[in-house]
């Protein structure tokens, strides 16, 4: 069973017995419906890993299949992007991704059918007079006028309804159930719209596309899936799930609901992220400040650790919120365990060590990963001009200031001991160069004789280090709960891009997918954008949880 999604819950309780009463011949079919008409987020990652670990765990089948109904908003963009997030997590994809497009003749035969039994009829009323007509929770739906059609004349409507004869809106096929049912689905509801719209797939063959309600049942009973498990959104629909279902006495799943992954700090509406894209609050669908599979893969997130955090979440019928920095946690421990380890000066000061010889230059070696021996060394190349990190110095320091100050003693990683003598400045009075000497006992940066040294810099030969552009992220929003008034809420300071940083040369050959830590900043990875002409990292997450704080 896969470990990070065994412990067990209300869905495998249910599969377990279903198993054990020899149900669907013991089968388990489950599957991932996305719409394709946006990028998949951190939300819909839950599903992903519900459905296909299930179907792993438990030796079925999980299909990738695309609820493309709706060809106004649907974009083969969204298509390519949905099957990478789900191969990226680490799914099969079972020989390719379905699509509810393969199904439109035999979901057109299935409506022709249920016409013919009289449960379903042509209404000429408008989308606003339908809905007026529909009736509240607490008031019954009023019949439609053409309710009541005999059945040859909706069959004669419904195949010109196909056929191109009305315009959008014109008319729609409804499922004649009960207009007074207290639950509001099941009061008539449309089946399918006219839409004069090329699909993405099956280009101007259809004019008219199944509602999604219509749609997911018979795309489910069609492939013979077991356990059709849908967020707690759906619940109101399982029974007008199981009406189509039992009506056209098909093969008939079992719908079963489970509370969707909220995160805060974050909007998980696609509607909501596509404003942010189209709006220009974001630079794209993978922007790394978006929640979405690939702005977070693009930010440098590990799929393990997205795997990891939908475990934690557990999986629940009841409506909550995940906290984000237990996401950052996840990240943090499974960055930990693989990140390769390298010195980085993101706002560079030059230091010059004055009794080092001119033209020397030492190796020394570092380890990649102490968590890892099996990543081994690498050699970091060490002068008599270095930069440190400005913040690392301070003319005159306070007490608690660990790190480098006039007069003070600092180690060098890797290297040697050193201590400030005297800074020079410029016109401005600000500092440009700091000037210390070093002590050639202290190779490696340890001393023999037991004194004791508190601060530790990282820093890059000034002769060798190579520049690069590295990009800070924080949350996009500062309210916990944007929701409501998310575009209201943006965080200014969401990215900041530092230029001229300078970073070991080790990282030239940065490579997509690569995870680093950059020592005492962060976990960083190379951009999408990354180049040897113009090389770009995106800061991941930093060391310590931030989260905690911004609460308190």
């Not at 209404?123 to 606003?128: T, V």
């Not at 509001?184 to 999604?212: A, Q, V």
């Not at 081994?376 to 100050?405: A, C, H, Q, T, W």
Request: glycine share 6%.
């Amino acid at each position: 069973m896969n470990k990070e999604l065994k412990s067990t819950n209300f869905i495998r309780e249910i599969i377990e017995q279903d198993l054990k009463d020899g149900k669907n011949n013991g089968r388990i079919h489950t599957r991932f419906p996305p719409e394709p008409n946006g990028y998949l987020h951190i939300g819909h990652a839950k599903s992903i890993c519900i459905n296909f670990g299930l179907a792993k765990d438990y030796n079925g089948k999980c299909n990738l299949r695309f609820d493309d109904t709706n060809p106004v908003k649907e974009e083969k963009e969204f298509v390519q992007s949905i099957i990478e997030d789900v191969a990226w997590l680490g799914f099969d994809l079972n020989n390719g991704p379905l699509f509810a497009s393969d199904y439109f003749d035999q979901m057109y035969s299935y409506a022709i059918q249920l016409i013919k039994k009289g449960k379903a009829y042509v209404d000429d009323q408008s989308g606003d007079q339908i809905r007026d007509n529909r009736g509240t929770l607490n008031k019954p739906g009023v019949d439609s006028p053409f309710r009541d059609r005999n059945i040859k004349d909706n069959l004669d409507l419904f195949l010109k309804m196909k056929n191109g004869v009305f315009k959008n809106g014109e008319k729609v096929l409804r499922a004649k159930i009960d207009m007074s049912s207290p639950n509001i689905n099941l009061r008539d509801p449309i089946i399918y719209r006219i839409l004069h719209s090329e699909h993405h797939r099956t280009g101007n063959k259809w004019c008219i596309y199944p509602m999604y309600d219509w749609a997911h049942g018979l795309e489910d009973s069609i492939e013979g899936i077991t356990h059709s498990i849908c967020t707690l959104e759906f619940e109101d629909h399982r029974p007008l799930y199981n009406w189509f279902l039992s009506e056209l006495e098909v093969h008939h799943p079992r719908q079963i609901e489970f509370a969707r992954l909220n995160l805060n700090y974050t909007v998980m509406s696609k509607r909501k992220l596509k404003s942010l894209v189209d709006r220009n609050y974001v630079a794209s669908w993978d922007d790394p400040r978006m929640p979405t599979l690939s702005g977070l893969r693009r930010r440098g997130y590990s799929p393990k650790s997205i795997r990891d955090f939908v475990s934690k979440t557990g999986v629940v019928k009841r409506n909550g919120v995940s906290d984000i920095a237990l996401l950052e946690s996840c990240l943090r421990e499974d960055l930990n365990q693989r990140s390769t380890r390298v010195m980085a000066v993101l706002d560079p000061v030059k230091l010059v060590i004055t009794n080092y010889p001119k033209k020397k230059v030492e190796k020394f070696k570092a380890v990649n990963n102490p968590e890892d021996e099996s990543a081994g060394k690498r050699e970091v190349l060490f002068s008599r001009e270095i930069y440190i990190d400005r913040s690392d110095f301070m003319e005159n320091p306070p007490k608690k200031f660990f790190r480098l100050g006039v007069g003070r003693e600092v180690r060098l990683k890797h290297a040697y001991y050193v201590t400030c003598e005297s800074v020079v400045k410029n016109d401005a009075n600000e500092i440009i160069e700091i000037r210390c000497t070093y002590d050639p006992e202290s190779r490696g940066g340890w001393s023999n004789d037991g004194r004791k040294v508190k601060g530790t810099l990282q820093w890059i030969s000034v002769e060798h280090a190579i520049n690069a552009e590295v990009r800070l992220y924080d949350s996009l929003f500062l309210d916990e709960n944007p929701e409501k008034t998310f575009l209201d809420n943006i965080n200014p300071e969401s990215i900041i891009i530092k230029k001229n940083c300078k970073l070991e040369p080790y990282l030239q050959n940065a490579k997509l997918g690569e995870f680093y830590q950059f020592i005492r900043i962060g976990y960083f990875c190379a951009d999408n954008d990354f180049t040897l002409e113009n090389m770009v990292f995106n800061k991941t997450v930093g060391l310590r949880d931030t989260w905690g704080k911004k609460q308190k």
